[in-house]
């Protein structure tokens, strides 16, 4: 009994020793991540000023600036781990990191997935920061382009975080790729109006409207025969930003609605006709067949 306790004895103050042996290369290894940490910080400001005067980019100064901030701490904890444990060699860390690496792709699967889809998106840069974007169930302002996810501002003022690999998968409208954007505004008018005059003056109307971008130049369709009333189309193009296509617009309804006034043209309510029958004399079934008694 007194062997075992012996052994036992000796197993702790030999881990006790190769701790306390292991204290100044710890503290080291704690002390170089905190220098990590001040030095990423100062490399992401020198590499944003830097690449704020020689790349006009501004998605490629995104990821330069996210690439110095990971590629420093991952020196830093590299450094750190070779510092803190002398036996450990860098082959030790790199070939420990290629056989972790694989379960670490299967763990964190969507991780890297969305932090490689948001390095594509950055580098294709198929819309910036700034513009206006509908994807999947959301429209909105793109504020942020990340490494997980891409952030915007919704119409409502609302802040959607969308992960990259849904954004670089789904398919994506961007509202304001081009300086102009078309809108398709509908006009009906009754069947009693002459149709060109009608015509010149949406026109006229919508030409002169502030807003409308004379090119392209603004067209009037006659598209069908409505119910009550023959149906226009107004296309007319404005800049592509969501405020001042619903600004123009506005305006375009209320101008056409003045106008039309002015000229005594309808834009007639929806009309339907009722026929009224005596249901006594009417049988759901037999539609000839009269009521017992009834010979009229």
């Given amino acids: 009994m007194s062997q075992i306790t012996e052994t036992i004895i000796n197993s702790?103050?030999?881990?006790?020793?190769?701790?306390?042996?292991?204290?100044?290369?710890?503290?080291?290894?704690?002390?170089?991540?905190?220098?990590t940490r001040y030095c990423s910080e100062i490399f992401q400001k020198i590499t944003k000023e830097v690449t704020a005067k020689t790349i006009k980019n501004h998605s490629l100064q995104i990821l330069a600036d996210k690439g110095v901030y990971v590629g420093t701490w991952v020196l830093g904890v590299l450094f750190a781990c070779v510092?803190?444990?002398?036996?450990?060699?860098?082959?030790?860390?790199?070939?420990?990191?290629g056989v972790g690496s694989i379960a670490i792709g299967f763990a964190f699967q969507d991780i890297v997935k969305n932090f490689f889809a948001g390095i594509i998106?950055?580098?294709?840069?198929?819309?910036?920061?700034g513009d206006e974007i509908a994807v999947s169930d959301y429209q909105g302002i793109i504020e942020d382009i990340s490494i997980r996810t891409t952030s915007i501002r919704t119409y409502q003022g609302e802040?959607?975080?969308?992960?990259?690999?849904?954004?670089?998968?789904?398919?994506?409208?961007v509202k304001t790729a081009y300086p102009n954007r078309r809108t398709d505004l509908g006009v009906g008018v009754d069947y009693n109006t002459p149709l060109p005059m009608a015509k010149d003056l949406l026109q006229q109307t919508i030409c002169d409207l502030d807003g409308v971008l004379a090119q392209p130049a603004p067209e009037i369709d006659l598209v069908s025969f409505g119910d009550s009333s023959i149906d226009f189309i107004v296309r007319y193009w404005t800049?592509?930003?969501?405020?001042?296509?619903?600004?123009?617009q506005t305006l375009a309804i209320i101008k056409i609605k003045e106008v039309f006034d002015a000229a005594d043209?309808?834009?007639?309510?929806?009309i339907r006709t009722l026929y009224y029958y005596n249901q006594d004399k009417y049988n759901?079934?037999?539609?000839?067949?009269?009521?017992a008694g009834d010979d009229t």
Wanted: proline share 10%; glycine share 6%.
């Fill in 12 to 35: 702790l103050q030999a881990i006790l020793s190769i701790g306390i042996q292991r204290i100044p290369g710890l503290l080291t290894g704690i002390i170089i991540l905190f220098l």
């Fill in 83 to 97: 510092v803190a444990f002398p036996g450990l060699s860098l082959g030790d860390i790199v070939a420990t990191l």
């Fill in 121 to 129: 998106l950055l580098v294709e840069e198929p819309f910036r920061i």
């Fill in 159 to 173: 802040k959607v975080l969308l992960p990259n690999a849904s954004v670089f998968t789904d398919a994506v409208m």
């Fill in 239 to 248: 800049t592509p930003k969501q405020k001042e296509v619903r600004r123009v």
């Fill in 265 to 270: 043209i309808n834009i007639p309510y929806p």
């Fill in 284 to 291: 759901d079934y037999f539609p000839n067949q009269l009521p």
